[in-house]
Every structure is written in structure tokens, then in C-alpha cells.
């Protein structure tokens, strides 16, 4: 550093860029490339360029000899093209380049001769031309197409070292041969010197001997290119620090063209890009121009990073998020400046448009675009960082960063009035809070709060403001007017958070109902419910979820909406859990642990699978959806909750229908965990969630509470939860009341009557809790027994078949349905009904047939058998009870009895079974009042058959892309 | 006060003036007569013969709502009916119609407002409102005055059972009016006849439990629900109250110098016999004692209402006088019984089918023959 100091005393303006250059691109190779850098020179430049000013003059003839060879070189290199002789062209090349370095040595300069430049022009356009004949280049003799070879790649490689000269004597072949030759000499000697001191990567020494010895290693070549490249950029600098005044609105126009062109293009340099990009924001003449290569800053600084599957660096991340609020600023500012994405390329010129102008100026662009790809960009950042360092709390930290901008942005659109795009902006708020609870947003409040504070205060070394200081720096360095178009900072930059989360989601979510379009309402709503439920208010959200109709919508939707509907899911499960209302935890939860992919439903990491292998594009697609840490749901909860719910569920489901073979399964997941803990020979102590629950389910079904309870509250998970004792005491209680029912079920048959007393001490209920427990039974059908109210006893009436009576009792029932069928056989077969049958038959077979069919069609098929035969009891031994309502049903016959019994059962067992047209009318109906949701009305009616029970949506779909 | 009653004074004349065509032309009959039930075309004669154009008609509207605002119901009432039977404008007539409707439950006419409400449900029902909102705001509102009629008809209890359990009402009352629910179930709990809607309603309350709760509901919930007689008992207790201080239901009718609410007695011995009736389903042997305090009678009381519930057939039992029991009689058939039952009919059935097999068999026998 100190020797470019040292010889560029005079010319302060470009040290400075070149400083800031180095500071902020080579930031990595800094020191190694420094040491390097020193050493080149000393290596290199014997004639050191400090004098060369004074000596050129007096070496003039001694140059002039060189150029006459030169010069003769170059024809002769004519003479070959003409003849189309690759060899001597190839013999000739080298020897002018031999005798540049001559020339070079003369006249102890790097200033490249006109002769040569024309000559590579020549050379060049010449090679292009041959190796576009592609018939010609057939016919060429070996040697020939070898030199040819020879030819391309060392013009290439030598070429890119002149690349300006090349391009300058392009742009005007003839004119400015001698004009003025000196001055230029002087200006690019100045260059060049000033290059060979910046020398600093190692890879750029290696670059410069590489091109002459035509060496073949690719890396060399990027090298000298790119410095070349910062030299023409450093020209156009100087050019610019030297008279600011002259820039013009053109030039910067141009220039920025030119550097956009670049863009995209294999080995520009990205860093590079924006190094210019953001030299140009400070010389912009408007305010519209600013704006507009800030846009082009911003879009250069996502170049940064390419790869889908790696972050964007984070000081990058922060640049770009100050770059678009100061953009913010201008749009603020000046209210005319309209952001457009679709523009007529006439209207390119707006921009030239001054700070004064009035009318609407166009400008090319799309925060709203910028924005997402801002969060998108934080997203990846979250998902890559390693969760358990130190790292990733530092990122998170910059969430009300985002936050900050998203604000803006939203206010922003909001006033111009381009509500859809504020929707969208608001959504990727929402998506920032949904998940957070008060006490996790009041956290980020605060921190955000006193991070800005803090950054006030010492206005030093904070990381977000560096580059705005950095521009001061310049600026007034610079000594020159500062940044043509200076922009107040008006857009606030301190997040304003409300007191209350709720307060921010319901803002955020009134816009988006409002003004949403197909995805993000939607997605509005499934943050809402996510929240209802975190917050613990499950009825609103089970209410939303239903009246909104998602379900059904959603298995339409993309994949993250699809994770992020599980997500609701999972958290409406825990939250039903926490308000104690078990069975819709469990429906809640089941079809979440349906297919054992859990961790892929709900995006939170990538689950091995054995029977199928996921090619690597999968598993990276996979990859790029996964949830960031923070945000994740604890699984081990999520399990426990499930298997608890399963178990208090399925356990007396379990007794109730011990010796039914069609026995109803509420939960084959859990159903086959209870196998596969059977089939084992020795059981261990439990060691995870699955193991505990298994070992509850055992100590349950032997009506041994105690045990069930000690089990699962010895789970270390439920820590986990905000309300643990609360929580715990409720289970408790839900273990102690299922523990009876199983212990009622199970033996009951072998008693005659139990006593109430004994009961409660078994199971330290208290004593409505026992008689409501056992009076529900008892009215349901579950449990044949009566109360005796004098001695406080249950009396059993042991109708329970024995195994020899059920299995009796199925065979009947299989014989009538087989003859049913055969009935139906001959029916289809004759053509005509049997005559014979006596009418009351008729009926009765009409009754079965209704029964069988019943058996094939539904979901209810399972506990047809039991229950027909309850139907038989139903039509016999209930009617003549107090059936004071029920008489005009049993009229019709087995069947309304049935029916009615149906009802009953799955009222008491499904402790709040809702039928289910009735909810989902009621839902249809009410989607409307509520107003929120009037974009489903078409949609199909499908009610929860058990409240809240939502279809998981399986990701398979997505993975088989 | 003054200027205020020459000020609406003032304004009535000039409604009556404005509208004064229209209402010389109503209350000639003979020319009432000759309008027919085409509304366009009385429109037309009217313009034609009577110069009678919108604007009466509009006037009289404003007449008819400004003698509702004065209280002249009778009148109010009138015009509107007769403006209904002139005006073009749905939403007008909607109005009219709910205007009409008040003025009728504020005259206590209670047959001539059923009528009514049954008209304005009709058309709730089948017109097309603006959002789906509206409708079912006006369903809310009309679920409200229907109360009024309702519980003052003699026939209201059946109604407003059939009104409020109508799937759009009981939505409607889900989403933005859970206490009607009381009502509801104080109908059903009343009407004898409506046992089996009971199932429906409780399942409704259940639903709505966590938003809306008061005695009634509570007190069904605990019998069917929970089976918590104690607590039924006390809720039952505090539905007396609740009903007392309850306009629509704590009607007072005077016997002399006695002041009964009559709702309340129905309602507590009807909910009694509920209590009774689950309780003699689940037991099999009960105190009669227990069973008084339970129905808040004394022993003879309790002994004599249940001798009569016997004696109607209506519950299978026994009085142990000696024990001071009631035995529920049980009749269970045994599981042999079951069986034999549902196997009796095979063999004459597949008696038949093969008796049909074989002359289907023959017959084509036969006729290959």
C-alpha cells in the first residue's frame, strides 16, 4: 500500500478507489496479495515508471528502429494471411511479440504500439473469419490446422492483455493514429505503471508470464483479464474524479449499459460489477439515474451468488438490503419516480430526467421482486448456517432488518397504491411473525430496539452502515462536490413493532384478506391458524381451518404452502393437546404420522428412507424447503403428543372391541407400534418418547393408572411445553378416566356387580367423575350394566357374549349375507323376484340388505357388526324402556334403531363426534358472515367427520418431479 | 317539546300531502277492486287514470314509516301492506315487509305476524342478496323478532323449533347469534312432541360451549352429557332464575293474587321428567327418597308422579313401597335368543331360493325339451 502512496502522490482520487476496491472486493486475498504485490514490483518494473516521463523523448530513435521492425513484421504476417499459411503467420506472430518486448525495453515503457494493436485487430478478425470456414479449415494441411490451433489460443490469451487498446482502435481504426499521441501515451503509461503497482494477486504475475510463453493453464488467463478490466475501469474513473462536472448523464448511461451487458457473461467478475455499479451510484446526475443503478447494484449484488444451494454472503445481504432502502429514499423523495416492470424500451431515456422535473419518470424495476429475493436470500442463509453457532443467533439478529424493509416497502406500495404487491409484501412480513409467540416477539422487539440505539450511539463499527460511511468517506476525501444526488434519509430506519404480535398480524392480515390474490391469502390463513394455535386459542383456529375450507384447497397449492398447512396442523394438535381436548389432538396429528415422514412433511430435515431412494436432485429440492431452526416444531413433542392422544384414545377402544374381529382402529400407527412392542422378549426400561408411551399403553390396559401416569410423566419433553403442570395434571386426569374405562371393559364380564366406592379408590377419581364416566358407558351401550342406586353399586346384566356366543353370532349374521347374496344372484340371474316370499320377510330381508350394504359402502363398516346386533337389541329389549321419543323410530325396524345407536356410540367415543353434514353446512353457511374467506364459495362441502381432522398433504406428489 | 311536535307535525303534513293521491285513491275500494295482480300494468292504469306515478308510491312509503315513527302502528302497517302491493323495488318491499312486521308485534297481533314473518322468511330465503352476508344478518334479525312472536302465539313453541333448526337458521345462529340457543332449547325442552331433536341440539351446545353458556345449556349438558345429576339439579335451579328475569320467557300471568310464570313451571316439570327419564336408563334400583330430593318434591309427591308415570306406560318399572324403591324392569334377551332370531328366517329362505333354482331349472329344462 504505501509504495502506490508513495508514487502516486498526486492522483488521490483513484488511490481512493483503488483502496476501496481492495477493501471491498479482494477483502480475502488482501494480505497475501499484497506481500506479492510489493515483491512484483521490485521484481518487475526495472524501469520504474516514476521517470519515464522525462525519458521517453530521449529514446525516440532507438524506438523508431524497433517500430520499423515492427512494422515489417506485420507485413509480412499480411502477406501470410494472404496465402492462408498458418505456419509462417504463426513463426511471424511470435516474432512480434518478441519484438514488442523490445520495443518495450527501448523505450522502457509498457506502451503498447499502434503497429501491434492493428496488427492483433488484424489477426484476430483474420482468425475468426478461418475458423468460421469450416470447409477451409477441413482442407488444411496438419501442420497447417496445428499452427491454426496454435494461433487461436495464444491470440486469446495475448489479446485479452490489450483488450482496450483493441477495442479503442476498433471503435476509430483510422483517426488518432498520431493525434495526439503523446498525452495519450502519457495517460496510459500512467495506466500502466499505476497497473503493474496494483499488481497484488499472484494469480495476475502468473497471468503476465503466461502470455507471452502461451502457457495452457486456465486459471492464468482470468488474471490479467480482469485487471485490465479494473484498469479501464480506473481510465473511466480518473476520467471521472478529474472533472466531475463533465460527467454527463450519458456517460454514466453508457457506462452502466456497458457494465450490465457484461452481466451474466462467464468470468466477469461479480464483485467487480458491483464495485463499478456503486462508483456510478455516486456520480449519478439524477435522482432517477441514481435510482436506477441502484437497481442494477442491487441485482448485481444477488449475482453474487448463483448457486441455488449456497446463501448469499451476509455483508452482501446487508449491502443490498441498505441499497434498496436508499432507494426507498428516492422514491420517497420524489414521488414522480415510478417503479415499472414492464417498460417500452423508448422510454429508456427518463431517467435523464432531473431532480426538478415534474411529470412521471419510468424507471426499469421491481422492489417488490427485490424484497423476496431479500427474504428469500435471509431464508437460505438461516437453513445453511449451522443452527448450534453462534452464527446463526448473529443472523437471526437481522431479522428486524428485514422487517424494517419490508415495512417500507409495504408503506411504499401502499401509497402508490399498488395494493396487490402489498399484499405479497405484507404476506412475507406475516411469515416472519406467525410463528413466533408473544414472548418470542417481544424478545426480537426489544433486541431490535436496542440494536438500533446502540448503532446511534457509537456510529462506528456497526457492519450496516459501513458503506454509507464509507461513501461519506469518499466524498468528502474526495474533496471534490460529493455524490451529485444526495439522498435524505426519509424512510425510517428503525423497526416499529407493536406492542402486541396479534396487533402486527391482524394488521398485516386485514391487508392481505383484503387485497390478496389466490396464494397469499391462502398462506395469510394458514399463519393465522399457526398463530391461533401457538397462541392457544384452538377454537378460533380449528374454526378458521374448516370455515376456510383448506383442506380441500390446499392439496392444489405449492409445496411450501402444503409445509407450511402441516405446520398449522402439527401446531393445532399441540395446542389441542394443551387444552385437553385429546381426540382432536389426535386427529389433528394422525395423518401427520400416517406415512412415518414426519420430518419431510413438516420440512425439518431430510428423512433416510429404506425402500426408496431419492435421487440427488430430490433430495436437494428437498433440501431447499427445509425450515430453518428456529422455526422448527419440536418433534419429539409432536411424537409424544401424537402417541398420548393415540393411547388414551386407542387402548379402551382396544378393550371395548377385544373380541370383535371387525374392531374400529382409530390409529393403525399406533396399532402396529403396540405389535411390534408385543413381539419383543425382553423389555428394557424405556429409553425415547415411543418406549415411554409403549411402556403407559402396558401398564393401561391393565387398568393400572398409576403406572401409566408415572411413565409418561417421567418424559423429559413435556418441558417443552409453556403450561407443563397444567398440562401434566390434565393428563393425569385423562389417564386416571381412561384407565377406568379399560378396566370396565376388560372385566366387567367376569364380575356381577362393582361398587362405586371401590372404584373411585382405584382409580382416585372422584365420585361424579366415576358415575358420570360409567353412566356414559352405560347409556352408550359400551357397558351392559345398570346403576343400584341404594347400595352404590354398578350391577353387570353380563350380555357380553362369551367368545363361543360372538363367534355364533357372526356366523349368523355371514349366513345371512351370503344368502342375501345368493337371493341377489338369482335375482339378477331370473330376472324376476321370488314370488314365494312371504311380505313380512320381504321387509326384513330389505333390513338386512340395508345392513350389508352398509358393510360395503362405508367407513362405519368396521363396527357394523356389533352394532347390528345391538340393532337387534335396539328393536327388542330398548323399546320397551323408557324409549319415550325413540318408540316412532323402532317402528321402522332394525334399522332406525340402529341408527340411532350409531349416534350415540360415536357421540360418547369420540368425546365430540360432530355429525358431519351438519358441520360442514354450517361451516358453508358461515364461511360468508365471517368475510374473510370469500373466495372458496364454490368449493366442495367436507366437513370434518371428527372436528378439525384435516387431510395431511403428502409431499410425494412434489418429490416425484 | 313545542317546536319539536310542530316540526314533525309539520313533516307529516307534507308526507300526507305528497302522498294524499295515492292514499284518496286506497281508500276508495270500489277503485282498489279493479287493480289486479300485475303489478306493471296497475302501475300503468294508475299513471293513466289517477296520475299516480312513482313518487306517490315512494311517498307513501315515507308516510307509512313516518306513522310507524309516530307510533300509529295500525296505519303504518296499512299503507304498507298497500305500498307492497304497488312497489317494483325488491329491497323496498323487503323493507316494507319488515316494517309491516313490526308493526304488528307492536300491536301484538300475533296470528296476523306470524303471517308475516313466514312471508319474510320466504323471501330471506330466496332472494338474492348482495353477499351472502347480508342474508344472514337478515336471517339473525329475523331469528330475533320471530322470538317475539313466537313466545306470545300459541303455537310458537312448534315453530320456532322448526324455524331454528333449520339448517341456514342454526348455522346462522352458530356463527353470529349463540344465544338464541337458550330459546332453542327451552322450546325443545317444552315441547313434548320434539324429543328427538334434543340429540341435535345438544350436540350444538356442546359445539358451542366454549362461546356461549348459560344455565339452560349447561343444565342440558350435564344430563346429557356429562350425566351429572347433582349439577344438573343445581343448573336447574338457576334456569328458574334465568327464566324469571327473562323477557321473552319470564311471562307473567296473574290467577287471582297469584303470579305464576308459566314457562317456568313448564319448563322445570318437563325438565324434571328429563332428569327422571336418564336416570331411570343407567339404574336399575333407585331410592325413591333420593330420587324426591333429586325432583325437588317431597316422598308422596315423588311416589305419586312416578305411580302415574307407570301407570301411562311409560316406564317399565316397580315401586318397592316396603324398601322404598323403585325396580326398573329389564328385559334383555339372552344372546341364544338373539341368534335363533336372526337365523330362523335362513332355512325358510333357502328353502325358497332353492325351490326357485329348481322350477327356473326346469322350466328351461322344459322349454329346451
Known sequence: ???????????????????????????????????????????????????????????????????????????????????????????????????????????ESEVVPRVYIKALV????????????????????????????????????????????????????????????????????????????????????????????????????????????????????????????????????????????????????????????????????????????????????????????????????????????????????????????????????????????????????????FLERIDDEFFKSLQFIDPHTKDYVERLRDEPLFMVLAQNVQDYLERIGDMKAAARVALRRLEHVYYKPQAVYEAMRMQSRSVTTGENIDDGDSELDDEDRQMTKFSSDMKGPPAFVSVLEIVPRQPSFP??????????????????????????????????????????????????????????????????????????????FRASLISEAHSCLSELYAGGRVKELLAQGVQQSRYYEKTPEQEKLERRRQMPFHMHINL?????????????????????????????????????????????????????????????????????????????????????????????????????????????FTYSPYYDALSLDQLIKMFTLSESQVHSIVSKMIVAEELHASWDQPTRCIVTHNVEPTRLQALAAQFAEKLTVLMDSNEKAYEAYTGGSLDGPPAGRRKESQDYASVTTGRWQGELSTAQGKQSSYSRYGSTGQRSLFNVGRTSQSRVG???????????????????????????????????????????????????????????????????? | MVERRAEVVGKMKMLEEAAAPLINFLQNPALVQELQSDKQSNLQKLNERHQIGPNQIEALYQFAKFQFEC?????????????????????????????????????????????????????????????????????????????????????????IIELFFQERYLNAIQTNAHHLLRYLAIAVIINKRRRNSLKDLVKVIQQEQYTYKDPITEFLECLFVNYDFEKAQQKLFECGEVIENDFFLGKQAQEGSFVTV??????????????????????????????????????????????????????????????GTVIMGTQRSSVYEQIIESTKQLSIRSYMLANGVVAAAAATQGYNL
Not at chain 1, 513484421?73 to 499459411?85: A, H, L, P, R, Y
Not at chain 1, 402486527?504 to 398462506?523: A, F, W
Open chain 1, 499 to 576: 406492542e402486541l404480535s396479534r396487533t402486527l398480524m391482524d394488521q398485516l392480515l386485514s391487508l392481505i384478506y383484503r387485497v390478496g390474490d389466490e396464494r397469499t391469502k391462502p398462506r395469510a390463513m394458514l399463519c393465522d391458524i399457526y398463530y391461533h394455535a401457538v397462541s392457544e386459542e384452538f377454537h378460533t383456529a380449528r374454526d378458521l381451518l374448516l370455515m376456510s375450507h383448506l383442506q380441500d384447497s390446499v392439496q392444489h397449492m405449492d409445496i411450501s404452502t402444503q409445509i407450511l398447512f402441516n405446520r398449522a396442523m402439527a401446531q393445532l394438535g399441540l395446542c389441542a
Open chain 1, 636 to 744: 419429539e413433542l409432536l411424537e409424544a403428543v401424537h402417541l398420548v392422544s393415540a393411547m388414551l384414545l386407542e387402548v379402551p377402544n382396544m378393550a371395548a372391541s377385544a373380541l370383535d374381529p371387525k374392531k374400529k382402529v382409530i390409529s393403525k400407527n399406533f396399532r402396529r407400534l403396540i405389535e411390534s412392542s408385543e413381539k419383543l422378549a425382553f423389555i428394557g426400561p424405556p429409553e425415547n418418547v415411543r418406549d415411554h408411551v409403549m411402556a403407559a399403553t402396558r401398564a393401561l390396559s391393565r387398568g393400572d393408572a398409576e403406572k401409566a401416569i408415572e411413565v409418561i410423566q417421567s418424559l423429559d419433553v413435556w418441558k417443552l411445553l409453556p403450561k407443563k403442570d397444567h398440562v401434566l395434571k390434565m393428563l393425569k386426569g385423562k389417564i386416571q378416566e381412561e384407565a377406568l374405562r379399560t378396566y370396565l
Open chain 2, 71 to 159: 307510533g300509529n302502528y295500525s296505519g303504518a302497517a296499512d299503507y304498507l301492506y298497500q305500498y307492497r302491493t304497488l312497489c317494483t323495488n325488491s329491497d323496498r318491499s323487503l323493507s316494507a315487509l319488515w316494517g309491516k312486521l313490526a308493526a304488528e308485534i307492536l300491536m301484538q297481533n300475533w296470528d296476523v305476524a306470524l303471517e308475516e314473518l313466514n312471508r319474510l322468511k320466504e323471501v330471506i330465503d330466496s332472494k338474492n342478496f348482495s353477499s351472502p352476508l347480508s342474508q344472514l344478518q337478515n336471517r339473525t334479525w329475523l331469528m330475533h323478532w320471530s322470538l317475539f312472536v313466537y313466545f306470545n302465539h300459541e303455537n310458537g313453541r312448534n315453530a
Open chain 1, 122 to 369: 488484424m489477426l484476430e478478425d483474420f482468425l475468426a473469419q478461418a475458423l468460421a470456414n469450416k470447409d477451409a479449415k477441413k482442407k488444411m494441411s496438419p501442420s497447417n490446422a496445428k499452427a491454426l490451433n496454435y494461433m487461436k489460443q495464444k491470440l486469446k490469451k495475448n489479446n485479452k492483455q490489450y483488450e482496450v487498446e483493441i477495442e479503442k482502435f476498433r471503435e476509430n481504426p483510422e483517426s488518432e493514429v498520431e493525434e495526439d499521441k503523446d498525452s495519450e501515451m502519457m495517460d496510459q503509461s500512467e495506466t500502466e505503471s499505476e497497473a503493474g503497482y496494483s499488481d497484488e494477486e499472484p494469480d495476475k504475475i502468473i497471468g503476465f508470464s503466461d502470455s507471452d510463453a502461451g502457457d495452457e493453464e486456465p486459471e492464468g488467463g482470468d488474471g490479467p483479464w480482469e485487471k485490465q478490466k479494473t484498469r479501464k475501469e480506473k481510465i473511466m474513473d480518473k476520467q471521472f474524479a478529474k472533472d466531475p462536472s463533465e460527467i454527463s448523464w450519458e456517460m454514466v448511461d453508457k457506462k452502466v449499459k456497458e457494465i450490465i451487458a457484461a452481466r451474466g457473461r462467464k468470468g466477469t467478475d461479480r464483485a467487480e460489477q458491483i464495485e463499478q455499479l456503486t462508483y456510478l451510484l455516486r456520480v449519478a446526475k439524477t435522482p432517477a439515474q441514481k435510482l436506477e443503478v441502484l437497481m442494477h447494484v442491487v441485482s448485481a449484488q444477488f449475482d453474487v451468488n448463483l448457486s441455488l444451494n449456497t446463501h448469499m454472503p451476509i455483508n452482501v445481504w446487508k449491502k443490498s438490503v441498505q441499497n434498496v432502502l436508499s432507494m426507498l429514499d428516492i422514491l420517497a423523495q420524489y414521488p414522480n419516480i415510478v417503479l415499472e416492470d414492464a417498460m417500452d424500451p423508448e422510454m429508456e431515456n427518463e431517467s435523464q430526467k432531473g431532480a426538478d422535473y415534474d411529470g412521471p419518470i419510468h424507471i426499469w424495476g421491481n422492489i417488490v421482486a
Open chain 1, 894 to 961: 332394525g334399522t332406525g334403531g340402529y341408527k340411532d345407536l350409531r349416534s350415540t356410540q360415536g357421540n360418547v367415543r369420540g368425546g365430540t363426534t360432530y355429525s358431519s353434514t351438519f358441520q360442514s353446512t354450517r361451516y358453508q353457511d358461515a364461511y360468508s358472515s365471517v368475510g374473510r374467506t370469500p373466495y372458496q364459495s364454490g368449493s366442495s362441502v367436507r366437513g370434518g367427520q371428527t372436528d378439525a381432522s384435516g387431510r395431511m398433504v403428502s409431499l410425494t406428489r412434489s418429490g416425484r418431479f
Open chain 1, 1 to 107: 500500500m504505501a509504495s502506490r502512496f508513495w508514487t502516486q502522490g498526486g492522483d488521490s482520487e483513484t488511490e481512493e478507489e483503488e483502496s476501496d476496491l481492495e477493501y471491498e472486493v479482494q477483502a480475502g486475498a488482501k494480505e497475501g496479495g499484497q506481500d506479492v504485490g510489493n515483491g512484483s514490483k521490485y521484481l518487475r518494473s526495472d524501469s520504474d515508471s516514476e521517470d519515464s516521463d522525462d525519458q521517453k523523448r530521449v529514446v525516440r530513435s532507438a524506438k523508431d528502429k524497433r517500430f520499423d521492425e515492427m512494422v515489417h513484421t506485420v507485413e509480412q504476417v499480411k502477406n501470410s494471411m494472404k496465402i492462408n499459411d498458418w505456419v509462417s503467420i504463426e513463426e511471424n506472430y511470435d516474432k512480434l511479440n518478441k519484438q514488442l518486448e523490445k520495443v518495450f525495453r527501448v523505450t
Open chain 2, 262 to 323: 308459566p314457562l317456568r313451571d313448564e319448563f322445570l316439570e318437563n325438565a324434571r321428567l328429563f332428569i327422571f327419564e336418564t336416570y331411570c336408563r343407567i339404574h336399575q334400583c333407585i331410592d325413591i327418597r333420593m330420587l324426591a330430593e333429586k325432583l325437588n318434591m317431597d316422598y308422596d309427591d315423588a311416589e305419586r308422579w312416578i305411580v302415574n308415570l307407570i301407570r301411562n306406560a311409560r316406564l317399565d318399572a316397580m315401586i318397592d313401597s316396603k324398601m
